[in-house]
C-alpha cells in the first residue's frame, strides 16, 4: 500500500514539472494588447505612489494588495473597470515578478520599461496611440453614454 502512495506521489511531482511555468512571456488573448501594456504601466505608477523610495518588503506587499481596486485607475487611457480586468489578468501572471523587481530596483521610469517591455513582454509591439477604446463614452447601466467637458451627458432615460 506504502508503496503505491509512493508511485502516485511521484507521479504527481513528476507532472507538476513539466507543466509550463506561469510566466510563458505570453499576453492573455482575452485582453486587448493596448489595456494589457497600460495595466503593467498604471500598476507600477501607482505602486511607485504608495512606496515612493522604499525597498522594504513589507511596503512593497502592502502597495500590491489590493493595486487591482477600480479607484486606483481614474487617470488612465482605458475606464476604470476595464483596468482593473487589465491589472488582474497582469498581476495575476506576473506579482511574483512585479514584488522582486521592485525590491531590486534602480529608478523607478528604468524599472517600468524594463519590466513592462522586457521582462513581461506586455507592451511589446504596442502602439499606443492606437487606443481607441476610451473616446469619451462611458457605459451607464450597459449604455454607450458620451462624456462632455463638464463630465457625464445622461439623458433622464438613462437614469
Known sequence: ?????????????????????????????????????????????EIFKKIRDSRKES????????????????????????????????????????EKALLNRGNNEEMEHELCNVQTKACLGVDMENISQYDNIVTVNNKKVPLNKGGLKID???L
Open 156 to 158: 433622464s432615460e438613462d
Open 59 to 98: 511596503d512593497i506587499a502592502y502597495a500590491i494588495d489590493g493595486i487591482c481596486r477600480q479607484n486606483n485607475f481614474a487617470v488612465y487611457e482605458f475606464p476604470p473597470p476595464d483596468m482593473v480586468k487589465g491589472c488582474q489578468a497582469f498581476m495575476g501572471t506576473w506579482e511574483e515578478t512585479v
Open 1 to 45: 500500500m506504502k508503496f503505491i502512495i509512493f508511485i502516485l506521489i511521484s507521479i504527481s511531482l513528476f507532472e507538476c514539472r513539466k507543466k509550463p511555468s506561469k510566466n510563458s512571456g505570453k499576453r492573455p488573448s482575452a485582453i486587448e494588447p493596448e489595456l494589457y501594456c497600460n495595466s503593467c504601466q498604471a500598476v507600477l505608477k
